[in-house]
């Protein structure tokens, strides 16, 4: 008798299908592999000390610091491990316990059967002015339906149209200079009935803009200022467009300046939840969110971001990342933006696992493949 230690990334359903498990246990004893870390704020001792037992009783467990026993502090953090089976059961538990553990139970069922898209799209980046940060996705007029037309050989599901960088430092175009950078591609790629071939999103927070590209075929506004004007809440809902929203600290010319957040992870959640709220009061029935990586966030912040995605997967919308040779990889490395796409691979595929189910790139083919291979890899188990 031998035994060999699997991956915690198995699917470990079908493991257990192959073991000719009965099938009213599979559920339960895939839940019970499935760990999971929670990080609580601020903690009143008492719940502190009344979630400690509660998750020993059936086999989970409460981190907390030294003295909480003995309420050394009136307040504390704390770290839940637990696998699906003890979260509906301390979901339940909870609702009846007093310290505030009511609003902790509400919390965690927002986290229970929560999923990871089963695949991953790719979003084609292309720039119609020549101030962009990568010089290579920069395209005018016939040369941008070109290359439109070999991301979408090469694996793209979406392209992403945008006449203004936002890098950092960048400043803003008038709303009529901008429709002139990217009409003539508009244009074209409607002539042609390009929508009907892939998804058109146009990157733009400019009402005229959005209203142009709507009229021709395009069906996503990707805003990165997270749909703070009202207006462009209106176009989305009225041509039933779908949202991208973007957080973004201040604006592209400052954003970068000492960007500090009191937790990156609920500051963020936070926007999203609000965001949310005010996109279903215009009627905008399709989200997607996108975390920001680069806008006005450290490399702290974005590493942080990229290794806890999977924590916005509770809204139960898909999850954009767009760190295609961003600085981040930089300053790991030490590298330039034409030297960075390895370094873009490996942040986008441990995207791609942590729950993004949108990698908005500049290299489609690479991506592409790729993730063919890390896809095949995962149903080898």
């Given at each position: ?39 609580i ?10 979630l ?75 720039n ?9 996705s ?45 009409k ?35 069906s ?79 490399l ?21 990342i ?51 291979v ?8």
């Amino acid at each position: 008798m031998n035994l060999y230690k699997l991956s915690n990334d198995i699917d470990i359903k079908k493991y257990l299908k192959e073991l000719h498990v009965d099938i009213g246990g599979i559920n339960i004893l895939a839940s019970k592999a499935q760990c999971q870390i929670f990080f609580i704020t601020h903690m009143h001792v008492g719940a502190a000390n009344i979630l400690k037992q509660d998750a020993l009783s059936i086999g989970a467990d409460l981190a907390v610091p030294k003295g909480t026993v003995t309420a050394y502090e009136p307040y504390v953090d704390a770290l839940l491990i637990a696998n699906e089976r003890h979260l509906k059961i301390l979901a339940k538990k909870e609702l009846t316990q007093p310290f505030g553990l009511k609003d902790v139970a509400t919390q965690l069922k927002q986290f229970i059967n929560m999923q990871k898209p089963k695949q991953t799209q790719l979003m084609g980046i292309i720039n119609a002015n020549d101030d962009s940060f990568f010089e290579a996705s920069r395209f005018k007029d016939a040369k941008a339906v070109g290359k439109v037309y070999e991301m979408i050989e090469d694996g793209a599901s979406i392209i992403d149209i945008g006449g203004v960088s936002s890098r950092p430092g960048s400043l803003a175009v008038d709303a009529n200079e901008e429709l002139e950078r990217i009409k003539p591609i508009v244009d074209i790629l409607y002539k042609k009935s390009l929508y009907e071939q892939v998804k058109l999103s146009i990157d733009s927070y400019e009402p005229k803009v959005i209203s142009y590209v709507l009229e021709r075929g395009f069906s996503i506004v990707n805003d990165i200022t997270g749909l703070q004007n009202d207006s462009v809440c209106r176009l989305c809902a009225t041509y039933g467009a779908t949202a991208v929203i973007m957080h973004m600290q201040k604006n592209p010319q400052v954003m970068q300046q000492s960007p500090y957040y009191e937790n990156i992870i609920l500051d963020i959640d936070n926007f999203f939840t609000a965001q949310i709220q005010k996109a279903k009061q215009f009627g905008i029935k399709d989200i997607i969110l996108d975390v920001g990586i680069g806008f006005g966030k450290t490399l702290q912040h974005n590493t942080a971001l990229i290794n806890n995605l999977t924590h916005f997967l509770h809204f139960n919308k898909p999850l954009l990342i767009g760190a295609s040779r961003k600085s981040m990889i930089g300053d790991i490395t030490k590298t330039d933006v034409s030297d960075r796409l390895p370094g873009t691979l490996a942040l986008h595929l441990r995207a791609a696992n942590h729950g993004a189910s949108i990698l908005r790139v500049h290299d489609v083919y690479e991506h592409y493949q790729a993730l063919q291979v890390d896809e095949y890899l995962k149903n080898a188990n």
